[in-house]
């Protein structure tokens, strides 16, 4: 016998307590007795830690006083916010002088014109221009810091990195008001969309060189005062050492795991070795190593400067991590894409740039992001061999005479600014991965 | 393009010249004897079905064609190339050998297209105008043009064997080889992709089919080959390896099957 509905069951409201507040409370949080105390219980403990340091952190705190001891007179009880505050120069910019602070604010604002496009869904190129920030930011960024005399390697550098910049706002633009490639945009306006490849390319090319040249002969016009590295410190010094290490330690990462598993036995042993040496020391040994070692094996007379060391030290320790990452993420691609993209006649490097990296750094973002921001807490360790990041300007504030003994403003300061740095990291990430994975749900 | 292509092939077809040669080839897997001493001729146009048991060593042979496993003894002449570790000549047999896998391999991170442009724009130097417009040629013929913009997630399994089909056909092979094209789909989507490689082989490809689905080796295939434990067991035209078959173990296999 067959059962048959005739009419279409009507859909139902769900139960109450799958939808009301009340509802949702009483499931969750009042369930049962033990339940319903511990809710209780700590309800209590969230409101007395949220009072006290609302209380204290605001309420009584002082924003404004001369020094230490004008801020106890005016509140024992709240924190002393007016030391933090007095030195903010110190910890976003460390020593260096103050009139030349723009040269810091400049470099950070064009990171940010320069990086804008990746977030613009109508900007084409988005793979020229994560390329050419890694490769040409750093040398426009190392002039506007260090300033001083360019030479012609630094006039080269430098002019080429101005011109991709003009060329990487330029193709924000036609990007936003076109959707178009800046290459195709050209060659549109020029009316030679249907020439041979070979005459657009010449033509591209023709231009790229007019560009560099203006843009080189400018810039023999001008140079920006020579500031000593010992100058750098505070927010920014930890910026440049996590930026640099950030940006090569996956490209360095991305190597050493293709080493690891290259099929050419010189190569794979190297890369084990490398990886395997310095994931099992500490950071901080490592540091100590790069700025007491290195020298030694240098040619006599050869001074590296120490930021120089730690930046080094920082890149070589986060690109073994990272190269360990990037293995796992390669591991979980299944051998049929490798397959598939040999069938259809792609080489070793096109199969591992067009097809397996692009999948695996989708799987392992959460862990590459993890890995920056562990990188970012980790340069902290840098003003123990004494570098004044950060952490090592917070902690002078105590040593000033006026601040004598304020430890513990400046460090939860350091923390909540840490906190914002590292949790937008993890958001972000976390954006990503969703974005990235919307097209293809298994 | 595509028509002139077609009858290209359909004159070759006539034709008999030899595409693939093997000759005593040999292959283990450390010191498993997987294929032993398989002589096979195929000629240009030629259908040949292989079927067998499990682990008969069928996908083995036809990874050996396109060079996606070495072999150790004998030799396998493909398009007038002997393979070998010479890595130009494999280069140049993988972009004249097409190949369809069980579980289709599409790439997941590209959209349909840019799966399909790939091979064409990086390996065949083709411009992209070009290559999108072979690409929608071929999806029109394996009756998915609308899915162009799409994800391979977001396609059922009949719709990505026929993309993976697709692909392969963009980089215009000489050979197609399937590895059991339709041994992971559902039963009501088998007929779509066998549909699409029966109009494939009346264009007159090369096709070597590794399958289990007899009918369809019935309609297409000029020889039909019975592998076990890695022999060569009986190799003869379909009627006659259907309805007359020789050898005990393919006796036994087909009334296992059918
Ligand atoms: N990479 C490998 N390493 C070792 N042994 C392998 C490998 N690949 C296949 N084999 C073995 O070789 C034999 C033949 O494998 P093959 O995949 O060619 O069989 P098949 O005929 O295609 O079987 P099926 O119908 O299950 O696909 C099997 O016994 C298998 O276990
Ligand atoms: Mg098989």
Redesign the interface.
């Known amino acids: 016998m067959a059962i048959i509905t005739a009419t279409k069951t009507p859909d139902r409201a769900a139960p109450l307590g799958e939808r009301s507040v009340i509802g949702w409370i009483h499931k969750n949080l009042f369930s049962s007795w033990f339940n319903a105390i511990l809710t209780l219980l700590t309800g209590y403990l969230v409101f007395i830690t949220v009072t006290g340091v609302f209380n204290w952190g605001f309420t009584d705190a002082t924003f404004v006083a001369e020094n230490r001891r004008a801020c106890y007179d005016n509140s024992l009880t709240g924190a002393c916010w007016a030391g933090v505050i007095d030195w903010l120069d110190n910890i976003f910019y460390g020593r260096y002088p103050r009139d030349q602070i723009w040269r810091i604010n400049v470099g950070a604002v064009l990171l940010v014109l320069w990086m804008a496009p990746l977030w613009m869904g109508r900007v084409k190129g988005k793979v020229l221009v994560g390329t050419g920030v890694v490769v040409f930011y750093p040398f426009l960024a190392g002039y506007l810091f260090s300033g001083g005399d360019k030479g012609l390697f630094m006039q080269v550098m430098v002019s080429g990195a101005i011109v991709a910049l003009i060329a990487n706002t330029a193709n924000m633009l036609t990007g936003v008001l076109w959707g178009e490639f800046l290459p195709d945009f050209v060659l549109r306006v020029l009316g030679k969309s249907t020439a041979p490849?070979k005459t657009q390319r010449n033509i591209l090319l023709a231009l790229l060189f007019v560009v560099f040249t203006a843009v080189f002969v400018w810039q023999l016009s001008w140079t920006v005062e020579f500031v000593s590295w010992t100058k750098w410190g505070g927010l920014f010094l930890t910026m440049v050492i996590s930026g640099i290490g950030i940006a090569s330690s996956l490209p360095g990462g991305i190597l050493l795991a293709l080493g690891r598993r290259s099929k050419l036995t010189v190569v794979r042993v190297l890369c084990v070795a490398f990886i395997e040496v310095f994931r099992s020391v500490p950071l901080i040994t490592v540091l100590f190593m790069a700025t007491t070692m290195f020298p030694l094996f240098m040619p006599e007379g050869f001074v590296l400067n120490k930021l120089v060391q730690v930046i080094i030290a920082v890149i070589l320790f986060n690109a073994c991590y990272m190269a360990e990452t990037v293995r796992a993420g390669l591991q979980a691609i299944?051998k049929?894409?490798y397959?598939?993209?040999?069938?259809?006649?792609?080489?070793y490097w096109?199969t591992t740039g067009?097809?397996i990296m692009?999948?695996a750094l989708?799987h392992m973002i959460p862990n590459i992001v993890g890995s920056f921001i562990g990188l970012l807490k980790d340069t902290t360790l840098v003003s123990i061999i004494g570098l004044f990041d950060i952490l090592g300007m917070l902690r002078s504030i105590s040593k000033d005479m006026p601040w004598l003994g304020l430890h513990k403003e400046p460090l939860i300061f350091g923390a909540f600014l840490f906190f914002v740095l590292c949790f937008s990291m993890s958001k972000y990430s976390r954006h990503l991965e969703v974005k990235l994975s919307a097209?293809?749900?298994? | 393009m595509t028509i002139e292509l077609t009858q290209a092939q359909l004159a070759s077809a006539a034709s008999s010249e030899v595409i693939i040669e093997i000759v005593k080839m040999n292959k283990w897997y450390g010191s498993f004897h997987v294929l032993k001493d398989i002589d096979l001729t195929v000629h240009q146009g030629e259908r040949i079905v292989v079927c067998g048991p499990s682990g008969s060593g069928k996908s083995t042979l036809i990874r050996c064609i396109n060079a996606l496993e070495e072999h150790q003894e004998g030799d396998i002449i493909v398009d007038g190339i002997k393979l070998g570790k010479n890595l130009k000549n494999l280069d140049h047999i993988r972009t004249e050998v097409g190949m369809v896998f069980q579980n289709f391999n599409l790439f997941p991170h590209m959209s349909i297209l840019e799966n399909l442009t790939l091979g064409p724009i990086w390996t065949r130097k083709m411009s992209k105008a070009d290559a999108v417009e072979t690409a929608m040629t071929y999806l029109e013929r394996v009756k998915i043009p609308e899915q162009a913009d799409k994800y391979p997630g977001q396609l059922s399994g009949g719709q990505q064997q026929r993309v993976a089909i697709a692909r392969s056909l963009c980089m215009n092979p000489k050979i197609m080889l399937f590895d059991e094209p339709t041994s992971a789909l559902d039963p009501e989507m088998i007929k779509e992709v066998l549909d699409v490689m029966v109009e494939l082989a009346d264009t007159g490809m090369t096709m070597i089919v590794v399958t289990h689905e007899m009918g369809f080796a019935r309609t297409i295939a000029d020889q039909v080959i019975f592998m076990d434990e890695g022999d060569i067991v009986e190799q003869s035209g379909p009627t006659e390896f259907f309805d007359n078959p020789q050898h005990e173990r393919t006796k036994l296999f087909l009334s296992q099957i059918l």
Do not use: N, S, V
Not at chain 1, 439 to 442: I, N, P, R, S, W
């Open positions: 490849d299944p049929g894409q397959e598939a993209a040999h069938t259809i006649g792609l080489g096109r067009l097809i692009p999948q989708k097209g293809d749900q298994h």
